[in-house]
């Protein structure tokens, strides 16, 4: 009973951790793809202008 803040503290910590890691894998994933998905995105606006 005496250590739970504390246990509570740490799990949001390694929660805070695990959010920062996994925004960086994200924004290293959108930087690598980032030109593909705007290439794709750029041939549907021209298809869909031609109609």
Not at 19 to 46: C, D, K, Q, Y
């Amino acid at each position: 009973m005496l250590f739970a803040p504390s246990e509570k503290g740490q799990g949001l910590v390694e929660q805070a951790l695990l959010l920062v890691l996994v925004s960086i894998i994200v924004i290293a994933v959108l930087m690598v793809l980032g030109p593909s998905i705007g290439n794709v995105f750029s041939s549907v606006n021209r298809s869909l202008s031609g109609i």
